[in-house]
């Protein structure tokens, strides 16, 4: 390089300082500009699948169930794909979508409208950020099936995607847990033929809704099932038309033990803060408040015009006016106060004793003690029948079922169970009652009265030391909470139609 002349190198310096000082305030000096100028985005090589344009239920592309599944991707952010499939009523269908790659997809089942979402589904547990809807369709037609990029990005990341018919007879309509528990026991069929038609069919396995805590009580009313979910003492619901878990009501206390309804309201037992909390039955369900009620609040039930809630840390009994949201008594009923149930002329309540002979005590509707029967070893829950007034206490001591008359506490009958008994209730149409087994994580199935035992239903970890504390039956459905592995079980007992042996 060539040097300047002292008075050439003196004016390119004098030059150069008089462009730094005269460029504007507040912008930097245009170094490399032409650099960032020429620096633009490398352009995508993405371009749409084989399937667009499929932006809108006008432009949905056809999935026949049962051929191949077909690939999409999101070529753009925000990218929507559409598909429709031919449905027919009364069979059950399967769509789900595999082989992400990149993707996280939330599938929607829409009605025929093209507008008016049936189901949906973002994760099934099983299978990472796929997605599952399994459905009855309630008519025959053309429905449609939206899928959305649960972050919103393109870039092609992709997916596939199928439907197929289910061959299974019963399933709920959205199987948030699709899995099925281990293999069962049935029982040793008989070899002596009956005078009589038998039934040609037991009770059995449907799916599992999976929940976002550890489930204890559960209530039923309508198509609404309430959860007291445990470690986060709040309130979920079900809608059980549907199999979707619909929303998680919290409460301002601490654990989540027993769940009643009345009079068109939700009470759930705060087991760690002594209190009862109070929801609407209508949704969304709101939280209206809470009452004191005694130590370590248990079980909750319910009749028309009552609340009950056995206090387990100080042997005591909890009456609440459901009307008003009024304490109406508080009365001593004996050593640990576990799972009682409500009758019409009030409650039944098992005193547990640490796993020592105990027995029941029935108490009136204004707090007044009606008597008392020892039963056994351990008495846990009990479940009622209004169609023989009978109720079944269940004793984890020494493993029976009492049967005792509802209004005299008379011991009527007495049978065994294959395992430890927890929670338990009756399904008055098929005269079924089902046992739940939280150690052997089963449930056992009886008829009644003739204590017949006809099957044993294998489940998932129930919880031998929590669980084992939520049954209800609505219209031919059980629904079970399963602690340990955070999901109802809902089991199907259909009234089966008699055969000729």
């Known amino acids: 390089m060539k040097h300047l002349p002292p008075i050439r190198l003196c004016l390119f310096f004098a030059a ?66 559409w598909l429709r499939f031919d449905a027919i009523a009364g069979r059950y269908y399967d769509v ?102 038998v039934p040609s069919c037991l009770p059995t396995w449907l799916a599992n809704i999976a929940l976002p805590d ?79 009620t005694g130590a370590l609040p248990f079980g909750v039930t319910a009749n028309a015009d009552r609340v009950f809630v056995a206090n387990f840390g100080d042997d005591t009994l909890s009456i609440i006016d459901s009307n008003l949201d009024r304490i109406v008594a508080k ?5 640990q106060p576990t799972l009682p149930v409500a009758t019409p002329f009030g409650v039944i309540v098992p005193l547990y004793k640490a796993n020592s002979p105990s027995g029941v005590r029935l108490i009136d509707n204004e707090g007044h003690n009606l008597g008392f029967t020892a039963t056994g070893k351990g008495p846990f829950a009990a479940a009622y029948d209004p169609s023989s007034e009978r109720v079944y206490i269940s004793h984890r001591g020494d493993r029976r079922i009492v049967v005792l008359d509802a209004r005299t506490l008379a011991v009527l009958d ?9 929670a338990l209730a009756i399904n008055p149409v098929t005269r079924h009652l089902f046992v ?29 030391k929590h669980g084992g504390q939520g049954i209800a039956v609505s219209n031919n459905r059980v629904y079970v909470s399963i602690y340990a592995s955070e999901h109802i079980s809902i089991l199907d007992d259909s009234a089966c139609m008699p055969v000729s042996p």
């Open 96 to 197: 789900w979508t595999d082989n992400l790659l990149g993707a996280d997809t939330i599938l929607f089942l829409v009605d025929v409208d093209g507008q008016t979402d049936l189901a949906q589904n973002d994760d099934d547990p099983n299978r990472g950020l796929a997605s599952r809807i399994v459905w009855k369709a309630p008519d025959t037609g053309t429905y449609y099936i939206r899928v959305e990029e649960y972050n919103l990005l393109g870039n092609c990341i992709s997916y596939d995607i199928g439907a197929a018919v289910v061959p299974l007879l019963y399933l709920p309509t959205i199987v948030r847990t699709y899995r099925v528990p281990p293999a069962q026991p049935t029982p040793t069929p008989t070899l002596t033929p009956s005078p009589t038609p």
């Open 436 to 464: 739940v087994g939280g150690a052997d994580n089963a449930i056992y199935v009886y008829s009644v009265p003739d204590k017949k035992h006809l099957t044993t239903l294998a489940m998932q970890a129930i919880g031998a």
């Open 214 to 292: 550890a489930p204890k009580g559960l209530t039923l009313s309508g198509d609404r099932l309430y959860v007291g979910l445990y470690n986060t003492a709040s309130l979920g619901i079900i809608n059980t038309d549907t199999g979707a878990y619909l929303r998680t009501s919290p409460s301002f206390g601490t654990g989540a033990n027993g769940v009643a309804l009345s009079h068109g309201k939700v009470y759930m037992a705060n087991r760690n803060s002594g209190t009862l909390s109070i929801y609407t039955a209508t949704d969304p369900q709101n939280y209206i408040g809470a009452l004191p």
């Open 331 to 335: 009365v001593p009923v004996g050593a």
């Open 16 to 81: 150069i300082i008089l462009l730094l000082f005269s460029w504007p305030l507040g912008q930097q000096v245009p170094v490399a500009q032409a650099q960032v100028a020429t620096a633009t985005p490398t352009p995508s090589t993405c371009g749409p699948d084989s399937y667009e344009p499929d932006d809108s239920s006008a432009q949905a592309s056809l999935l026949t169930v049962g051929a191949a599944a077909q690939n999409h991707n999101f070529d753009h952010r925000g990218d929507v794909d």
């Open 414 to 422: 007495e049978f065994s169970t294959p395992g430890i008994p927890y």
